[in-house]
């Protein structure tokens, strides 16, 4: 799949300004060279590290669902989620088209007074023509407010679909592909503008993103990608059936036509955790049928007794839910983690995210404020990020023996400074003791 190169947000929570992260050189007309399989995000309580994953988050699902931005709940979460300063959502992803080439897609969110509503505002699709990430990019599609353009190669009777969308609550990406979807039922030719925007969906749809606060209670759902060789006879985009599963749910609900999947599944995540937790015998799936499908509870075995996930430690369920994210990255998805660390032991976790440095097909982007991560990343260069005051990030770079843990503790990043002592807490436990 192709790789994320770098992100731009701004606009979620206490992040006013622009924060870019980059995952490859800046230079890309010899070739694309040292992208990042993982990166580590770090920094002091409340620096926007969560704000930055939930703003990956949002444009996944504004990209990747029809109608997102019409449902009740993403309003409201919007409502408190969008930056009380700026009053807009603003992001933007390049990633690899080809080889030297990429894409750039951004967009941007406001609040509509009149409807009360956020709506799309601006959103453009662009390939490169610079020499750089941050260089120059020959627009193919642009919408800013009402207006709309195309470029001149592409326009056409082809695209009268373009203009006579509302592209208020949908990116011009879902429109695009039914558009798609509809020519290939039909036997038509997909265009060339089409090919381009799908590599959007592609590459956005192949993100995934784990926050602390997810709803991971939910129905299990078999994913198979619709547009499946939908434009297989090209060279633009090679498209693959993505077949998944969320093995986190403490009560699953799973269609028996993929049982044995889900089975397969449950396998792995016992081999997983028993690394965690040697004493466990398995994982024993629990059925209650109920027509075409099955609901499912697990229960933890033990030698001396059982217990069901929704018992069971929260360092386990931290487990749990994570596998799936981190089976993902290890086959080739673009995972986001928030707190990934949480309740992990530090030397399990240190290796790892040796073993996604070192194994891993994907790409790992995670916040935490385990510095022992730092360990495993120090020999991958800029693969450590800190976000320090006023949304302003440090990249480190290594140089000879030089730590990052003891650059991070001695306040050595330039935004980051841990100008605390412990004499600092006296006042506030001890009073004017």
């Given at each position: ?10 606009g979620?929570k206490?992040?006013e ?19 990042n ?10 620096a926007?590290?969560?704000a ?33 300063v700026?009053?807009?959502f603003?992001?933007?992803i ?8 990429v894409?750039k ?11 009360n ?10 390939l ?7 260089d ?12 709309i ?37 039909n ?5 060339v503008?089409?090919k381009?925007?799908l ?28 547009i ?6 090209t060279e633009?985009?090679?498209l ?18 993929y ?14 955790i028993?690394y ?5 015998k398995?994982?024993?799936l629990?059925?209650?049928e109920?027509?075409?499908i ?6 933890f ?13 929260s ?21 986001f ?7 992990i ?14 194994y891993g ?24 990020v800190?976000?320090?005051?006023d ?12 730590s ?7 306040g050595d ?10 004499f600092?807490?006296i ?7």
């Amino acid at each position: 799949m192709n790789k994320l190169l770098q992100f731009s947000t701004y606009g979620i929570k206490n992040i006013e300004d622009l924060i870019t992260i980059d995952f490859a050189n800046q230079t890309i007309e010899n070739g694309i060279q040292k992208i990042n399989n993982v990166k580590g995000i770090f920094g002091y309580n409340g620096a926007g590290k969560s704000a930055l994953m939930s703003a990956v988050n949002y444009y996944n699902k504004i990209v990747c669902n029809p109608n997102y931005l019409m449902q009740i709940e993403t309003k409201d979460n919007l409502n408190k989620l969008v930056n009380y300063v700026k009053k807009e959502f603003f992001f933007s992803i390049i990633f690899e088209y080809e080889d030297n080439i990429v894409i750039k897609h951004s967009l941007k969110l406001v609040l509509d007074t009149i409807m009360n509503d956020y709506v799309i505002s601006e959103e453009s699709i662009s390939l490169s023509s610079g020499r750089t990430l941050n260089d120059k990019y020959k627009v193919m599609f642009e919408k800013r407010g009402n207006e709309i353009f195309v470029d001149e190669n592409l326009k056409g009777a082809n695209y009268d679909f373009i203009f006579n969308q509302d592209l208020k609550y949908n990116s011009i990406v879902q429109i695009a592909l039914q558009n798609a979807i509809n020519k290939k039922n039909n036997n038509d030719e997909v265009s060339v503008f089409e090919k381009i925007v799908l590599s959007v969906y592609m590459c956005t749809c192949n993100i995934d993103v784990y926050l602390q606060d997810s709803d991971l209670h939910r129905n299990y759902k078999f994913d198979k990608r619709i547009i499946n060789n939908l434009v297989s006879q090209t060279e633009e985009i090679k498209l693959k059936s993505q077949n998944w599963i969320d093995v986190y749910m403490s009560d699953a609900i799973i269609s028996k036509e993929y049982y044995n999947i889900y089975k397969q599944e449950n396998e792995k995540l016992e081999k997983f955790i028993k690394y965690f937790k040697p004493e466990l015998k398995k994982i024993e799936l629990i059925l209650l049928e109920d027509g075409s499908i099955y609901h499912v509870r697990r229960l933890f075995v033990y030698k001396d007794y059982n217990v069901e996930l929704e018992f069971e430690s929260s360092g386990i369920k931290q487990l749990v839910k994570l596998y799936s994210y981190l089976e993902k990255c290890a086959n080739g998805k673009i995972v986001f983690i928030d707190e990934i660390d949480t309740n992990i032991n530090a030397v399990y976790f240190e290796k790892m995210i040796s073993f996604f440095k070192n194994y891993g097909k994907g790409q790992l982007i995670f916040t935490t404020h385990n510095i022992e991560a730092m360990k495993a990343l120090r020999d991958q260069s800029r693969s450590i990020v800190v976000l320090g005051v006023d949304n302003k990030i440090d990249t480190w770079v290594g140089k000879g023996n030089k730590s990052p843990i003891n650059d991070y503790i001695n306040g050595d990043f330039p935004h980051s400074p841990m100008n605390v002592e412990d004499f600092d807490f006296i006042n506030i436990f001890l009073g004017n003791e």
